[in-house]
């Protein structure tokens, strides 16, 4: 297998517990470069413990876990450091109040990777029209709907020009007629080839823009298949009636 063959991502025997309490069992599982990975299941099912495993938030207690040929979770590279590869979107949108839109995305790439501010506005504004939102970018988080919030800290998120994006349920906090604006935004990325992690209820999203989807029930996977195979029934009786009660 040639270098370009690899997976971006590989997670070898992941296992995570907080106490007692045992959330992630044995998982693996492997992202190409370019593909979106979507991660379904019952709640507490340890979908989003596994997201954060990837980019070191919650380190795993055992296992091994590549990227981009690195094993980064023995330690050895600075978690600071893998997070500038990995962007990560969360349920709520964790905007600074007292920033613009445009000033949140500038942030990072100034502080962290010293870019100037003319070349970081620069940058936003056309991360910003990227996000379908160039006409809110001086206004403030509170002046924009929750949808937009979102969109903005997607934005966010690839001013660090990211290898991979992770998203941890990035819709639930939104009221429905928000929540497709999100969606269409991830969808054209996942289109445009960004290598994706997503944990999502949402299923139409799933059908439409996942390489592979992922069930998990109980801190392990037990079910992975194309999009294709999933939504028409190619899966195990358990993946079905999980399906069968999201839809209906």
Do not use: W
């Amino acid at each position: 297998m040639s270098n370009e063959d690899k997976p971006m991502l590989e997670m070898i025997g992941i296992d995570k517990a907080f106490g007692r309490q045992t959330v992630l069992r044995n998982c693996s599982l492997s992202v190409k470069r370019g593909e979106t990975v979507v991660l379904i299941g019952p709640s507490g099912s340890g979908k989003s413990t596994l997201l954060r495993c990837v980019n070191l938030l919650s380190p795993a207690d055992s296992g091994d876990i590549f990227f981009a040929r690195q094993n980064i979770s023995r330690g050895e590279i600075p978690a600071t450091k893998v997070r500038q590869h990995i962007g990560m979107v969360f349920q709520n949108y964790e905007l600074f109040s007292h920033l613009t839109a445009a000033e949140n995305v500038m942030l990072a790439p100034m502080t962290v990777l010293g870019i100037n501010r003319i070349e970081a506005r620069k940058q936003a504004d056309a991360l910003l029209a990227k996000v379908h939102l160039f006409d809110r970018a001086d206004h403030f988080p509170d002046e924009l709907s929750g949808g937009q919030q979102q969109r903005v800290a997607i934005a966010r998120a690839l001013a660090m020009k990211p290898e991979l994006m992770l998203y941890d349920e990035p819709t639930s906090a939104l009221d429905p007629e928000m929540i497709r604006e999100v969606l269409d935004v991830m969808a054209e990325l996942s289109a445009e080839g960004m290598t994706s992690m997503v944990v999502t209820h949402e299923m139409g999203f799933a059908r439409r823009a996942a390489n592979q989807i992922l069930f998990m029930e109980q801190g392990e996977i037990i079910e992975r298949a194309s999009a294709n195979d999933f939504f028409e029934g190619q899966v195990s009786a358990r993946a079905r009636r999980f399906l069968d009660q999201i839809l209906h």
